[in-house]
């Protein structure tokens, strides 16, 4: 044997010492052998599952189903907005409609005094105005009974004596009396 043989020999026995040490040459503790064994076994369910999923009509029906959902998300939010805006067009349109009444009839009443008669017929009625030579009468309404928010005023009733007075007269009548 030579000198190298020697040396690949004593190197190649420290190695197997190493490995008997560290558990049999398997490459690491039994904890950890354990523990990658079941990580490849669920790699291998999780790689079988994939592929029996792409197979057939079932990545199409699944690609449309999140291109659908992505669709909806993408889109709600503009839709929301659009009728939100036309439901606001539909209250102004409303407004708008109301004011171009309340215009008219203010535009009416413009004209209205601009005539002579019914600027005299406004002064006889709120102002009381009359022309030379007419008497003016006033009618005043009857009184209407309307329903009272605090008690009537008792008068000539006159109210109870407080108790200490009432008590006093009672004392002062016994002894002068």
Same mark, same amino acid.
Do not use: C
């Given at each position: ?12 026995? @420290? ?58 998300? &993408? ?10 805006? @036309? ?65 009537? @005023? ?11 007075? @009432?008590?006093?007269?009672? &004392? ?6």
């Amino acid at each position: 044997m030579t000198a190298a043989h020697r040396w690949d020999e004593r190197r190649r026995l @420290r190695e197997l010492e190493r490995r008997r040490r560290r558990d049999g040459g398997r490459g690491g503790p039994v904890i950890l052998h354990g523990t990658v064994r079941r990580i490849r076994a669920w790699l291998a369910e999780l790689q079988h599952r994939v592929r029996r999923t792409v197979r057939g009509d079932r990545p199409l029906i699944v690609a449309t189903l999140v291109v659908a959902a992505v669709a909806v998300v &993408v889109v709600s939010s503009p839709m929301q907005s659009y009728l939100d805006g @036309r439901e606001r067009v539909e209250h102004l349109t409303e407004k708008a409609a109301a004011l171009d009444a309340a215009n008219a009839e203010l535009e009416q009443r413009v004209r209205d005094l601009e005539r002579d008669t019914t600027i005299e017929l406004l002064a006889r009625e709120q102002l009381g105005l009359v022309r030379p030579g007419e008497v003016a009468y006033t009618l005043i309404p009857p009184e209407v009974d309307r329903p009272l928010i605090t008690a009537p @005023r008792r008068v000539g009733i006159q109210e109870p004596a407080p108790w200490y007075a @009432r008590l006093w007269d009672g &004392v002062r009548a016994r002894f002068t009396g």
